[in-house]
């Protein structure tokens, strides 16, 4: 079993920075690792993934070349540098863990959430 915890939101201007960390419970170096987010009347909507077999990321559209999803397997730690925010990227944001090779996209593939954390950007 995994426990997720997500840090690291947090109130911030347009334009600026935040990280999000997930720190990992049980050892998910064999998990793909991804992030999800959900604005107020909302569905959830992925964010970012990272593949645990060589690391392959892949990003929404909306987020592509402001967000950075990365790994540390040694802590079982998984991070999203965002940068460049913007109001719309508004939403509490969940991480996500799953033995699951493909739909890295897709909030099915994942078995494990965590709580979320509240990332707010003021314009």
């Known amino acids: 079993h995994v426990q997720l915890v997500e840090s690291g939101g947090g109130l911030v201007q347009a334009g600026g920075s935040l990280r999000l960390s997930c720190a990992a419970s049980g050892r998910t170096v064999s998990y793909a690792m991804a992030w999800f987010r959900q604005a107020p009347g909302k569905e959830r909507e992925f964010v970012a993934a990272?593949?645990?077999?060589?690391?392959?990321?892949y990003y929404a559209d909306s987020v592509k070349g402001r967000f950075t999803i990365s790994r540390d397997n040694a802590k079982n730690t998984v991070y999203l540098q965002m940068d460049s925010l913007k109001s719309e990227d508004t939403a509490v944001y969940y991480c996500?863990?799953?033995?699951?090779?493909?739909?890295?996209?897709?909030?099915?593939?994942?078995?494990?959430w965590g709580q979320g954390t509240q990332v707010t950007v003021s314009s």
């Open positions: 990272i593949s645990w077999s060589r690391g392959n990321t």
């Open positions: 996500a863990a799953g033995r699951t090779v493909v739909g890295l996209i897709l909030a099915r593939s994942y078995d494990y």
